[in-house]
């Protein structure tokens, strides 16, 4: 009403100032305090500002020739607002008619003011009801992540801001209140901090294409130690893990017990996309979203709705699966050197640590939904059956520089051996030139891997061979080894693969596995045990391997079980510390720092007596069980 008695006295233009004019419309902004023209008078993205979205000023709409108005939110010219009222669109004349107004306004005045005072009285103010929104395409990205490091997700304007931060925390395994978000309403936007739980995204002004950037809050970096866990996605069968870690110093090492632990059989999440439920919706029905509005192919629709919800990668149509020697590999990396041992031990001594440890590691292994671990060096027969008895294949590591005879040996000590999955040639050889001194060139390295695979293929042709590259390896390098019929990648760069597996597709047609990811336990930014980081990268990265199964990934190893305290060569055996050198080791998360005796998702004690066996418990005293060993189980058990 108010704008119609202002219409009627001369005081609202049709549109902004566009050609001059509009000493009305100037004065209907200084009477009304907006400073922007009324919905009735601009293109259709104003009506949702009426409907209760943030107002836009007036500089948010500008001229674009005499007729037309330039939205920056729609980047297109808008139909010129004077045909959308009942006024002319006259440059010089828009204020015309004004006077004659007046005399109508003032006879109709006591009518206004009678029917706005009816209207209050009888609730008749209250606006309209919405229809109900369609979803909309928005892009989240972690904050300071490159632009191209977003994930597209699906949302309603009518989603509230606690939704959407649950849904993020969730995501990345955090608690919402852990969680900050950051909307960004188009390129180069005003960034905005959501933090009224209630409020929709629509009343935020977000559209499609908006960005939202989320980060952990720099006050609770450090876990907390009582607040309940979140709930994991409707549709999964798993326990959420209770993400306290323990501050007391680690527990005194114990002897190890010959029996190994009596488990229950993991139990995999269903595997039925139709019926099972992410966030409100199928998985099924999420993928033909994304299909139908983003207009991506049913793969990448797959990629990127498993990427989002970990129960949904199982799609039955996503064709095979990749695999190596048959398996889709859920793997570990393993390396059970002792306190006060260091690693450069002889053969005898390493299998009986393998012996040792290995019957107790792998119960707890096959408990997580681990089916391969990975050596990095070569042990026994006996050492392979006691994780075999467990359903846990070995990829085995074979020294290339060790010379025809020793390689001759042990292949064929081990190639009737079954839980033998595959032969393993260096490990990121670009960086340590095999560990020989001086160190090997990369040629020397290629020609050396190429004659040890040409050996062992003539000694087992039966399995695949593999080696592990620091880093996707340039194609001229692939192409050198064609005797190489998987190869690994080992990363670390940050909380994220960033879609590695399509920079090797790039460069080989060949399948590919992660050979090293994950995180340290140590918080270099608080100087203290900080389980919480580890366990957020160690699900979001294994969420990413998990996403790109059936594209050419062919599975990942987490690095690593357990806790080394030999590798800090400033420190002594017997005690761990925080520090170490490692290549690239600037990109650890969360602070950029080599942490490299604390990456095991078990400490160094391999004591799991007091280990409860889905949730992680903070008060287990003497469990060896990081919080990140019940993030990756959550993870593995919806995997291939």
Known sequence: LKLQFLYLIGLSPPTPCCGGGCRGGE??????????????????????ELAGMEPLNSESWRCSGAHGMQNPLEGQPSPDPGTQSDQEAQPAGRCAGSRTR??????????????????????????????????LSIMLAPAGAPPNAGTAWSVSPADTVG??????????????????????????????????????????????????????????????????????????TLAPATPSPPTSAPPTPSPATPSPPTLAPPTPAPCDVDGVQANGATCGGRVQWVIDNQGKTREAAED???????????????????????????????SPV?????????????????????????????????NVIRTYAHVSSAAVDVFEAEGVKVMMAVDPTAGAAQITSVVNGLKNNVGVLAWSLGNEWNYNGLYQSPAYSIDDCVAAIGAAADLIRSLDPSRPIVTVYGEVPPQAIIERLPQIDAWGVNLYRGDSLFNAHTQFASRSSKPMFIGEYGADSWNGNTDAVDQGVQTHAVRKM??????????????????????????????????????????????YYPEGECNEEHFGVTDAHHSYAACPQDAYDAGATGCSLKEGYYALRDVYLTAP
């Open 163 to 236: 939704a959407l931060r649950a849904r993020v925390a969730a995501h990345v395994g955090r608690r919402p209140e852990e969680i900050v978000l950051t909307l960004a309403l188009s390129e180069g936007g005003a960034a905005v901090v959501l933090t009224e739980e209630s409020r929709t995204l629509g009343e935020h002004g977000v559209g499609g294409g908006a960005v939202v950037m989320w980060e952990v809050a720099p006050a609770t970096q450090s876990p907390p130690t009582s607040a309940p866990p979140t709930p994991l996605p409707a549709g999964s």
């Open 102 to 135: 007046i005399f109508v306004a003032a006879s109709m005045l006591a009518v206004v003011v009678a029917l706005a005072l009816a209207l209050t009285f009888a609730g008749g103010g209250a606006a309209e009801a919405a229809p109900e929104e369609a979803l």
């Open 304 to 334: 990127q709705v498993c990427g989002e919800y970990a129960q949904c990668c199982c799609f039955p149509n996503w064709g095979a699966l990749v695999t190596l020697g048959g398996q889709w590999m859920r793997g570990v990396c393993y």
């Open 542 to 587: 294994t969420r990413e391997v998990v996403a790109a199964a059936y594209a050419n990934c062919a599975g990942g190893f987490v690095f690593s079980w357990n806790d080394e305290w030999w590798k800090d060569t400033a420190g002594g055996v017997g005690t761990q510390e925080a520090g170490g050198a490692a290549p690239g080791c600037e990109n």
């Open 27 to 48: 004065a209907w902004m200084a009477l009304t305090g907006r400073g922007v023209a009324p919905e009735w008078s601009r293109p259709a993205v104003g009506r949702a």
């Open 338 to 370: 002792p306190v006060g041992s260091g690693y450069h031990i002889d053969e005898a001594t390493r299998n009986a640590h393998f012996l040792q440890y290995g019957p107790l590691d792998a119960p707890w292994m096959a408990h997580a939904g681990i």
